[in-house]
């Protein structure tokens, strides 16, 4: 299996929550990133965590780690229009190349 | 301050042609990697230059090559070109070389093979 796997799809409604998933297989990842991508444009940082965390909050953003599970998680509060975009986690640490997912179409609708 | 910047944003090739993509890191970054993201995929990681020397290469043929300039710029050069090298190729720096510097990507060029 990959890598790193991720959702391909996720409809929200504006204003709801919307949590994107991520499972990993390289336990020794010592950062785990996400990144968001708007169409025809490059990869924007959004938020990162290191792996002796459990969770890293960045006003709407809420990051979570399970490394037991070796399972991360984005959470996006009060989800708007401007947030539709492709979501990328990518790991890095342990494995000297940063891996990352294919990637969660994020779709806001009103 | 200025991000990374790439050149050019979009270009058509014709197969067997070569091409040459160039990247500027952020001031001060002294790492420079390289990625191709095919539609509907995430990013796959080519090169990984830091000081002017390689220091990791992805699964990727021969016909990939990069280099890295006295001032932190760099190049990827891509050989034979196929119809399957049309991608988006994004270049990202750090301070030091990843995974343990948080990486800052461009907005990337768009090569079209035809």
């Known amino acids: 299996g990959e890598d790193v796997e991720q959702s391909l799809f996720l409809s929200v409604r504006e204003g709801d929550s919307s949590v994107i998933n991520c499972t990993y297989t390289d336990s020794s990842s010592t950062y785990l990133y996400w990144y968001k991508q708007e169409p025809g444009a490059g990869l924007q940082l959004l938020t990162y965590?290191?792996?002796?965390?459990d969770m890293k909050q960045d006003q709407r953003l809420t990051v979570l780690l399970n490394k037991k599970d070796k399972h991360l998680s984005l959470r996006i509060a009060d989800t708007q229009t401007g947030d539709s975009a492709i979501y990328f986690c990518?790991?890095?640490?342990?494995?000297?190349?940063?891996?990352f997912g294919r990637g969660t179409s994020l779709i806001v609708h009103p | 301050d200025a991000g990374v910047t790439q050149s050019p944003t979009h270009l058509i090739k014709t197969r067997g042609q070569h091409v040459t993509l160039r990247c500027s890191p952020i001031?001060?970054?002294?790492?420079v990697s390289w990625y191709q993201q095919v539609l509907g995929q995430g990013p796959q990681f080519i090169f990984q230059?830091?000081?002017?020397?390689?220091?990791g290469r992805g699964n990727f043929p021969d016909r990939f090559s990069a280099r890295q300039f006295p001032n932190y710029s760099s190049e990827l050069n891509v050989n034979a070109l196929l119809l399957g090298d049309s991608a988006l190729y994004l270049c990202?720096?750090?301070?030091?070389?990843?995974?343990?510097?948080?990486?800052?990507f461009g907005e990337g060029s768009w090569l079209t093979v035809v």
């Open positions: 001031s001060g970054h002294k790492s």
């Open positions: 230059y830091y000081e002017k020397e390689e220091r």
């Open positions: 965590i290191f792996s002796n965390m």
């Open positions: 990518a790991l890095g640490g342990g494995s000297y190349i940063p891996t």
């Open positions: 990202a720096s750090s301070l030091k070389t990843p995974p343990g510097n948080t990486i800052y």
